[in-house]
């Protein structure tokens, strides 16, 4: 049947969504891999009782004396709690300011170097055709690989430690930035761009005195938010050996550290929490 | 030169045979137009006559599809000015478009002194990319804002202005600018009658010795903008004549035209030799070529 009509694709596009859910589960019962485990409530709950005796709460109220007994009951070594988690407390200090630092660092770098693409890829500034579609397959290709793969590529480029999670954030949030960037140069008043043009003002200067006072404030807004992602982002990228938090956590996992991994989870809470109290509050002011 | 054609050099304006097409339509059709330098003309007609493409057509910001166009003796079309020459005519045509284009975040004086921008050279043009600008200027600046009694608001961002104050800026960026052509489309639009008559004189100061170009719809404010007056209609010119001779009737007439949105009605009172002149010719006017439409 050949209808010429045209229909309205909603109910055509919600059946092809309700299909391919259907396929994926499916596929997934069928290789039996639709499980939840063993004992899943019973693992929930030691977790969970494991999660919330954080080390730090821990070594204040519970035992002091740390014992440490060979198989028949000799006391080898006693150590004091508190000194021992103080010392865990100081690393996490040092690994959240470097993981504020990786994302600092690796925030500017990205938005510097997607403010250029992000002109060329703006399509109200009337860039060069060829220029501009590099510009936005550049940006593209840098938002579709993850600030970890970049990672694991980059601690082989330059190795282990705080650079190569600077430069995986920036390449990865150049991408992020230049569509941002580039957004809010098309939503902006193109005819004030154009009265500034016509009083015979050269590209630097109508960039200077039209685009960038109007655009300032989202750009401003744009780096907030993908700085306070980054600082998400990078508590991640220790476990590649990037540097920061994230090699804590990769420690306190493999260790089954379950009190350690909640001070840990706390301590990446109230960074992200404190920052995003901090940049609300810049916005605001700018706006 | 024989005396009925002007010397080039006299003229600020000289067209012929100037087209411009948007889909499908002429969108401007001008045979032939001649403004001699420091003449002040107004351009009146009802929306989509073909106005603002006029004066985008003078500015440079469209290019005609046909025809030959020469502002301030530059040839703008057949061939497109090349990038260099054109930024030197828009030095010398300064603009107040319909809604004033003012930079919003930008100071009243800041904005003032982008009428400046285009003569800087040198250290001083890539200075004025942080907004430092030469002494001289930031004393014209401020004279013209005075002029324009906007001197004790120089420190205030423009966004937080009334509709008439922002006309006063957009004045003093003018002013400062000293154009040899302004072009003024609907300067007065969105203000109160005073303040509108304040513009006008204002816009008058402004282009003191030079070729005002300016568009409006007020007949009570044609008199004060120009002596000549061209009626649009559709794209073509049907009327060209003293701002002094202009009938009152004869504007409605015009602006009548469109309103009845079919082909327009023939107009009372156009027979040759009487005071106004208007064309006979006022049907929608299709592009020549086979463009497929609805």
Redesign the interface.
């Given at each position: 049947m050949t209808s010429r009509r045209q229909r309205h694709p909603g109910p055509l596009l919600a059946a092809a969504y309700a299909a391919l859910v259907l396929l994926c589960l499916a596929t997934l019962w069928h290789a039996g891999d639709l499980t939840l485990g063993r004992a899943p409530w019973a693992n929930l709950a030691r977790t969970l009782a494991e999660l919330s005796q954080p080390s730090f709460l821990d070594a204040w109220w519970g035992p002091q004396r740390l014992e440490y007994r060979s198989d028949d009951g000799t006391l080898l070594r006693v150590e004091d709690r508190r000194v021992v988690e103080q010392a865990f407390l100081w690393a996490l200090a040092r690994a959240a300011w470097t993981t504020l630092q990786i994302a600092t660092l690796g925030s500017l770098l990205a938005a510097l170097l997607a403010l250029p693409l992000a002109l060329l890829a703006a399509r109200n500034l009337g860039a060069p055709r060829p220029l501009a579609l590099a510009a936005r397959a550049v940006l593209g290709g840098a938002r579709a690989v993850h600030t970890l793969v970049f990672g694991l590529l980059l601690v082989g480029i330059v190795g282990l430690g705080p650079v190569a999670g600077i430069l995986a954030i920036a390449l990865h949030s150049m991408g992020s930035y230049g569509k941002l960037h580039a957004e809010a140069i098309e939503a902006l008043?193109m005819?004030?761009v154009?009265?500034?043009?016509?009083?015979?003002?050269?590209p630097?200067?109508v960039f200077?005195?039209?685009v960038w006072?109007?655009v300032?404030?989202q750009w401003v807004g744009s780096h907030l938010y993908v700085w306070e992602f980054n600082i998400r982002d990078s508590t991640v990228l220790g476990l590649i050996g990037a540097g920061g938090l994230g090699l804590l956590i990769s420690e306190a996992t493999s260790l089954f550290q379950w009190g350690r991994l909640a001070t840990l989870l706390l301590a990446v809470v109230a960074l992200v929490a404190a920052f995003d109290a901090l940049s609300r509050r810049v916005r605001q002011t700018l706006a | 030169m024989s005396p009925p054609q002007a010397h080039p050099d006299a003229l600020a304006v000289q067209a012929s045979g100037l087209r411009c097409a948007a889909g499908g339509l002429w969108v401007l059709d001008l045979p032939a137009l001649q403004v001699p330098a420091g003449e002040h003309l107004v351009v009146v007609g009802p929306n989509g006559a073909g106005k603002s493409t006029l004066l985008r057509c003078l500015s440079g910001f469209v290019q005609p599809a046909q025809g030959q166009l020469s502002v301030l003796g530059r040839p703008l079309a057949p061939r497109p000015l090349p990038r260099a020459a054109l930024r030197a005519l828009r030095c010398e045509v300064g603009q107040v478009l319909q809604g004033l284009h003012l930079v919003q975040r930008l100071s009243v004086l800041e904005n003032t002194l982008v009428g400046a921008l285009g003569r800087l050279r040198g250290a001083d043009a890539w200075r004025s990319w942080w907004r430092h600008y030469p002494a001289h200027e930031q004393a014209a600046a401020w004279q013209a804002l005075q002029a324009v009694g906007m001197a004790a608001h120089a420190q205030a961002r423009v966004d937080r202005l009334s509709g008439g104050e922002r006309q006063k800026v957009a004045m003093a960026r003018l002013l400062l600018q000293r154009p040899r052509l302004v072009l003024a489309d609907e300067p007065t639009a969105s203000l109160d009658p005073a303040a509108a008559h304040a513009a006008c004189a204002l816009l008058r100061q402004a282009a003191a010795g030079a070729t005002l170009v300016t568009i409006v719809h007020d007949p009570a404010l044609v008199p004060l903008l120009g002596s000549r007056v061209l009626g649009l209609q559709k794209g073509r010119l049907v009327l060209d004549q003293p701002a002094s001779t202009l009938h009152p009737s004869t504007l409605a007439d015009l602006y009548r035209g469109e309103a009845d949105g079919g082909p327009a009605p023939a107009l009372p009172g156009t027979q040759p030799g009487t005071q106004s002149h208007l064309h006979p010719n006022l049907y929608p006017h299709r592009h020549p070529h086979p463009h497929p439409h609805p």
């Amino acid at each position: 049947m050949t209808s010429r009509r045209q229909r309205h694709p909603g109910p055509l596009l919600a059946a092809a969504y309700a299909a391919l859910v259907l396929l994926c589960l499916a596929t997934l019962w069928h290789a039996g891999d639709l499980t939840l485990g063993r004992a899943p409530w019973a693992n929930l709950a030691r977790t969970l009782a494991e999660l919330s005796q954080p080390s730090f709460l821990d070594a204040w109220w519970g035992p002091q004396r740390l014992e440490y007994r060979s198989d028949d009951g000799t006391l080898l070594r006693v150590e004091d709690r508190r000194v021992v988690e103080q010392a865990f407390l100081w690393a996490l200090a040092r690994a959240a300011w470097t993981t504020l630092q990786i994302a600092t660092l690796g925030s500017l770098l990205a938005a510097l170097l997607a403010l250029p693409l992000a002109l060329l890829a703006a399509r109200n500034l009337g860039a060069p055709r060829p220029l501009a579609l590099a510009a936005r397959a550049v940006l593209g290709g840098a938002r579709a690989v993850h600030t970890l793969v970049f990672g694991l590529l980059l601690v082989g480029i330059v190795g282990l430690g705080p650079v190569a999670g600077i430069l995986a954030i920036a390449l990865h949030s150049m991408g992020s930035y230049g569509k941002l960037h580039a957004e809010a140069i098309e939503a902006l008043d193109m005819a004030a761009v154009d009265a500034v043009r016509a009083t015979g003002a050269g590209p630097l200067q109508v960039f200077f005195h039209a685009v960038w006072p109007a655009v300032l404030p989202q750009w401003v807004g744009s780096h907030l938010y993908v700085w306070e992602f980054n600082i998400r982002d990078s508590t991640v990228l220790g476990l590649i050996g990037a540097g920061g938090l994230g090699l804590l956590i990769s420690e306190a996992t493999s260790l089954f550290q379950w009190g350690r991994l909640a001070t840990l989870l706390l301590a990446v809470v109230a960074l992200v929490a404190a920052f995003d109290a901090l940049s609300r509050r810049v916005r605001q002011t700018l706006a | 030169m024989s005396p009925p054609q002007a010397h080039p050099d006299a003229l600020a304006v000289q067209a012929s045979g100037l087209r411009c097409a948007a889909g499908g339509l002429w969108v401007l059709d001008l045979p032939a137009l001649q403004v001699p330098a420091g003449e002040h003309l107004v351009v009146v007609g009802p929306n989509g006559a073909g106005k603002s493409t006029l004066l985008r057509c003078l500015s440079g910001f469209v290019q005609p599809a046909q025809g030959q166009l020469s502002v301030l003796g530059r040839p703008l079309a057949p061939r497109p000015l090349p990038r260099a020459a054109l930024r030197a005519l828009r030095c010398e045509v300064g603009q107040v478009l319909q809604g004033l284009h003012l930079v919003q975040r930008l100071s009243v004086l800041e904005n003032t002194l982008v009428g400046a921008l285009g003569r800087l050279r040198g250290a001083d043009a890539w200075r004025s990319w942080w907004r430092h600008y030469p002494a001289h200027e930031q004393a014209a600046a401020w004279q013209a804002l005075q002029a324009v009694g906007m001197a004790a608001h120089a420190q205030a961002r423009v966004d937080r202005l009334s509709g008439g104050e922002r006309q006063k800026v957009a004045m003093a960026r003018l002013l400062l600018q000293r154009p040899r052509l302004v072009l003024a489309d609907e300067p007065t639009a969105s203000l109160d009658p005073a303040a509108a008559h304040a513009a006008c004189a204002l816009l008058r100061q402004a282009a003191a010795g030079a070729t005002l170009v300016t568009i409006v719809h007020d007949p009570a404010l044609v008199p004060l903008l120009g002596s000549r007056v061209l009626g649009l209609q559709k794209g073509r010119l049907v009327l060209d004549q003293p701002a002094s001779t202009l009938h009152p009737s004869t504007l409605a007439d015009l602006y009548r035209g469109e309103a009845d949105g079919g082909p327009a009605p023939a107009l009372p009172g156009t027979q040759p030799g009487t005071q106004s002149h208007l064309h006979p010719n006022l049907y929608p006017h299709r592009h020549p070529h086979p463009h497929p439409h609805p």
